[in-house]
């Protein structure tokens, strides 16, 4: 089918060379000449402008939104909307706060503009592992674009479902409609705030066995340990495995002492949203708070830890460490 893809950085251009590998007609647009042009070599239809966009799309439109969350986002999104129709569907794959999806959804459904809300996990490996999607909003909108996110997804890549699971469904192809609007990017929230938890966790477990040559400890109770041959070992039948922890381990090979990270940590968003969730319905989240503030303090002094932290943003996500002020 044909979809319009706006925003072509680390992972709206990946996702549109999957879609048209997938068969489907891309329209693509970028503030970025370079980049459009990139992607009309590769097959797809370039403009130069967010109308122009709108009119190359046959209706019911479909535009896929991948720019960073928060001012630019909603600029986009307003824009863009003043150029489509009653029936067209906007699809907002970004890191947006939910709350601000239940509200564009309500402004956009007062000119029977459909608003999707698609949490999108997969970062700079996307284009050949498929990315994770979290999808909320209008159903009918989602079912209509079902092939556009079979096409995204991973599908089963050789994962065989839970033993428990009974339902089949598009969770075990990777992606899922988790409910109406914002109830995608919630979902996506909560993920990142875990990953927030699940890095940290990986990140102290390094330091400590960096140091456990420390000249406090007893010198029989001292060890120097191969980090990266750590890191593989617990790649293979471990019960931490995990994607990660292969990033993890990558960097460790490549660089064991982690150089090339000073250790300044961002943050996203995400994982301050989670803790404003979990504020709000009072639940205990002490691991992914932590977390958050641990990404504080590496901004201040940073240790091996946050060196660990960096290692798996790059890899993951292509995220660049800050030059510090």
Same mark, same amino acid.
């Given at each position: 089918?044909?979809?319009? +893809?706006?925003?072509?950085?680390?992972?709206?251009?990946?996702?549109a060379?999957r879609?048209?590998?997938?068969?489907?007609?891309c329209?693509?647009?970028?503030?970025?000449?370079?980049?459009?042009?990139?992607?009309v070599?590769?097959g797809?239809? %370039?403009?130069a402008?967010?109308?122009?966009?709108?009119?190359?799309?046959?209706?019911p439109?479909?535009?896929?939104?991948? *720019?960073p969350?928060?001012?630019?986002?909603?600029?986009? *999104?307003?824009?863009?909307?003043?150029?489509?129709? $009653?029936?067209?569907?906007?699809?907002?794959?970004?890191?947006?706060?939910f709350k601000?999806?239940?509200?564009?959804a309500?402004?956009?459904a007062?000119?029977?503009i459909?608003?999707?809300?698609?949490?999108?996990?997969?970062?700079v490996?996307g284009?050949?592992?498929g990315?994770?999607?979290?999808v909320? =909003?209008?159903s $009918?909108a989602?079912?209509?674009?079902?092939? *556009?996110?079979?096409?995204?997804?991973? %599908?089963?890549?050789?994962?065989?479902?839970?033993? %428990?699971?009974? /339902? =089949?469904?598009?969770?075990?192809?990777g992606?899922l409609?988790? =409910?109406?609007?914002?109830? %995608?990017?919630f979902?996506? +929230?909560i993920h990142?705030?875990?990953?927030? =938890?699940? +890095?940290?966790?990986y990140?102290?477990?390094?330091?400590?066995?960096r140091?456990a040559?420390?000249?406090s400890?007893?010198?029989?109770?001292?060890?120097?340990?191969?980090?990266?041959?750590?890191?593989? @070992?617990?790649?293979?039948g471990?019960? @931490?495995?995990?994607?990660?922890?292969?990033?993890?381990?990558?960097?460790?090979?490549?660089?064991?002492?982690?150089s090339?990270?000073?250790?300044? @940590?961002?943050?996203?968003?995400?994982?301050?949203?989670t803790?404003q969730?979990?504020?709000d319905?009072?639940?205990?989240?002490? *691991?992914l708070? $932590?977390?958050l503030?641990?990404?504080?303090?590496?901004?201040?002094?940073? /240790?091996?830890?946050?060196?660990?932290?960096?290692?798996?943003?790059?890899?993951f996500?292509?995220? @660049?460490?800050?030059?510090?002020?």
């Open positions: 089918m044909q979809i319009a +893809m706006v925003g072509l950085g680390r992972m709206g251009a990946n996702m060379r879609l048209m590998r997938g068969g489907h007609d329209v693509v647009y970028d503030r970025n000449p370079e980049a459009v042009a990139q992607l070599s590769e797809a239809i %370039g403009v402008s967010l109308q122009e966009l709108a009119k190359k799309l046959a209706p439109r479909a535009a896929w939104i991948m *720019v969350s928060g001012e630019i986002t909603e600029n986009t *999104v307003m824009e863009l909307s003043g150029y489509l129709s $009653a029936g067209d569907v906007m699809i907002d794959g970004g890191n947006s706060y601000d999806d239940v509200r564009r309500k402004v956009l007062q000119r029977g459909r608003y999707l809300d698609a949490g999108t996990s997969g970062g490996w284009l050949e592992r990315y994770c999607l979290m909320g =909003g209008d $009918a989602v079912k209509n674009l079902e092939p *556009v996110f079979r096409t995204l997804a991973p %599908g089963g890549s050789g994962i065989p479902p839970s033993p %428990g699971r009974t /339902t =089949g469904g598009s969770a075990e192809l992606w409609y988790c =409910g109406p609007s914002g109830a %995608g990017h979902v996506k +929230m990142n705030g875990i990953e927030y =938890g699940l +890095m940290q966790a990140a102290e477990g390094f330091d400590i066995l140091n040559n420390a000249e400890l007893p010198a029989d109770q001292r060890y120097e340990l191969n980090l990266a041959d750590i890191a593989e @070992v617990w790649r293979r471990s019960v @931490v495995t995990s994607w990660l922890l292969d990033l993890s381990a990558d960097a460790l090979a490549r660089n064991p002492d982690l090339e990270y000073s250790g300044f @940590v961002q943050d996203s968003g995400e994982g301050r949203w803790v969730a979990a504020l319905q009072a639940v205990p989240a002490e *691991v708070t $932590a977390a503030y641990a990404r504080f303090r590496s901004r201040q002094e940073h /240790t091996f830890a946050d060196k660990i932290l960096s290692a798996m943003r790059h890899g996500g292509g995220h @660049v460490e800050p030059h510090e002020k």
